[in-house]
């Protein structure tokens, strides 16, 4: 699928605001892809298709959880993380993509998961540090990105759990477990 028709696919899923994070995604996922030899277009698409059910209804979200016998616990965690798992789901049934590379990226782009591909490490921190985002911490991030992706992803791991639990939330025991999965490989 070409980067047109999927960016026009997409923007009838999403708002204005989502929609040029999304853009800004694509552009990062693609340089993130050259810097550190993963495959281009897979990027390109899994970052254009990543909050692909991010404008969902949460209650169509759950449903589809409960009904397609993905991790009940997802529903016992943040409704933030609901929308990857079901957008991976929703990109193979709505949109015919069924390359397991680039749904596992989308699939896994919120929580991560400790086997994590290059590809999904690619998305991953993408999604976390295009231009568009603001907020502590994302400045280092964008620096080590620059030379080493898993540092990347380590510290961006850090930062969100350690922003979970300042604000007494749950994380995700995947969460947990791809930072520790990530710490062992260092």
Not at 148 to 176: E, H, M
Request: hydrophobic letters at 40%.
């Amino acid at each position: 699928m070409e980067q047109k028709e999927a960016l026009e696919i997409v923007r009838k899923q999403l708002h204005d605001k989502r929609y040029v994070h999304t853009i800004g995604v694509m552009e990062t996922a693609i340089q993130l892809a050259r810097r550190f030899g993963a495959d281009e277009k897979k990027a390109e698409l899994a970052a254009i298709f990543h909050d692909y059910a991010k404008c969902r209804p949460i209650r169509e979200m759950q449903e589809i959880i409960e009904r397609e016998n993905m991790p009940k616990d997802l529903l016992d965690h943040n409704k933030e993380l609901w929308h990857a798992p079901v957008g991976a789901y929703l990109v193979q049934e709505e949109v015919g993509i069924y390359d397991k590379d680039i749904l596992q990226a989308i699939a896994y782009h919120t929580s991560g998961h400790t086997e994590m591909t290059l590809l999904d490490k690619v998305v991953w921190v993408a999604d976390y540090i295009e231009p568009g985002r603001q907020f502590p911490g994302v400045e280092q991030v964008r620096e080590l990105a620059k030379q080493d992706l898993d540092a990347a992803l380590l510290q961006a791991l850090k930062n969100t759990i350690t922003y979970l639990l300042q604000k007494n939330q749950r994380v995700y025991p995947l969460t947990f477990h791809t930072y520790n999965a990530l710490l062992k490989e260092e």
